[in-house]
């Protein structure tokens, strides 16, 4: 008797969902909302940021905050840029850490404030680049690029990487702000997605780049027949990004050779999201659409109600999509949606 090679299971898609929970905040928002896994925080524009357990939908605390950019967040602290100052708040209760009041030529800021592995970043509007200690606030360094920033600053081993808006990525050393290499596109980068040794980003000249972290150098690049828009996204074989041709394209990590184009039934306005192994693109209108990572097929829509503010947010544990609404009737409304077998496979358990 001959025996079968065990089959393929199928892939695994976030389908069919369920509205988990949805809440009405008191108001509209000032910036989009800023996110550390299971918590939200939510600038709102009577000048107080309000923190969310996602997973059950419940408001833990209120602080009085005039926020003016999306929020940055670690475990302890969050990180809000006020008009004339950076302000740590505790993630416990909201009670002020720190705040550190900025000269007046730092005060604009070009992109959201950025944390990781300990360090704050800010890229003002003047073209200067400032890395501040994040336990305190303490300035460790600043470094003048010469241009403002035209996507946020992206962190990664001890790195930061600036995409700049007369086109150059600049990787400078975290600790010391130094400049280690620069390279000139083709045209303006968008966002970096920033691993420890390749860096993936799209410009405006066409073409989607992946670039060696050590030095810089191109290691292929794809042509595209639009700009590339928001963040990319990449899993163990693949990364995947949305461009204003409305194509969704995934690609070899490695080599960069296309497996998959999926025209998109919108305007993609930020990068795809994954859930599972399902990808959630969304745009100018109020439906997201979902395709299985691994060939691009349609794999379901998600009614959002109402224009995004801000990019979803995916809650690992339990695994949840996080959409964040604004009208001028309702204001701003949180809505968690989950993956409707699993989640009642759990409730009869």
């Known amino acids: 008797m001959v025996s079968l090679p065990a089959a393929t299971p199928p892939p695994v898609s976030f389908f069919p969902i369920r509205t988990v929970w949805t809440e009405r905040l008191s108001g509209q928002l000032s910036a989009p909302p800023g996110f550390r896994d299971s918590l939200g925080y939510f600038p709102m ?39 004339d100052a950076l302000v740590a708040l505790s993630a416990a209760d909201g009670s002020r850490a720190w705040r550190v009041t900025l000269d007046a030529a730092d005060r604009a800021l070009a992109t959201p404030l950025v944390w990781d592995n300990g360090w704050l970043i800010a890229a003002t509007e ?18 003048n690029l010469g241009s403002p920033l035209r996507a946020p600053p992206a962190l990664a081993a001890d790195r930061v990487y600036l995409p700049a808006g007369d086109g150059r990525i600049v990787a400078l050393q975290v600790e010391t702000g130094a400049k ?34 050590k030095d810089g150098r191109v290691a292929w690049r794809f042509p595209t027949g639009g700009d590339v828009i928001g963040l990319p996204l990449v899993d163990d074989r693949r990364v995947y990004f949305s461009s204003l041709d409305n194509i969704l394209r995934a690609l070899d990590r490695r080599s960069g050779s296309q497996q998959w184009r999926r025209a998109l039934p919108l305007r993609p306005t ?29 794999a379901g829509d998600l009614p959002a109600g109402a224009a995004l503010m801000g990019t979803p947010h995916v809650v690992t544990e339990p695994l949840l999509l996080v959409l964040v609404t604004t009208d001028l009737t309702n204001g701003a409304v949180i809505t968690a949606i989950g993956h409707k077998e699993k989640e009642e496979e759990a409730d009869q358990r």
């Open 45 to 83: 524009a009577d000048s107080h940021l309000a923190a969310w357990d996602l997973t059950i939908g419940r408001q833990l605390w209120v602080a009085e905050a005039d926020v003016h950019s999306k929020p940055a967040a670690d475990d302890q602290l969050i990180f809000i840029a006020e008009s």
């Open 126 to 143: 003047s073209g200067a680049i400032i890395g501040f200690r994040a336990s305190d606030g303490h300035l460790i360094w600043r470094h």
């Open 180 to 213: 280690v290499w620069e390279h000139r596109l083709g045209g303006p980068p968008s966002d970096v997605l920033a691993l420890d040794d390749r860096l993936y980003v799209g410009s405006l000249d066409n073409f989607f780049y992946c670039l060696l972290a």
């Open 270 to 298: 930020r990068g795809p999201l994954q859930l599972a192994r399902t990808l959630i693109v969304s745009g100018s209108g109020p439906t997201l659409h979902a395709y299985l990572a691994q060939d691009g097929q349609p």
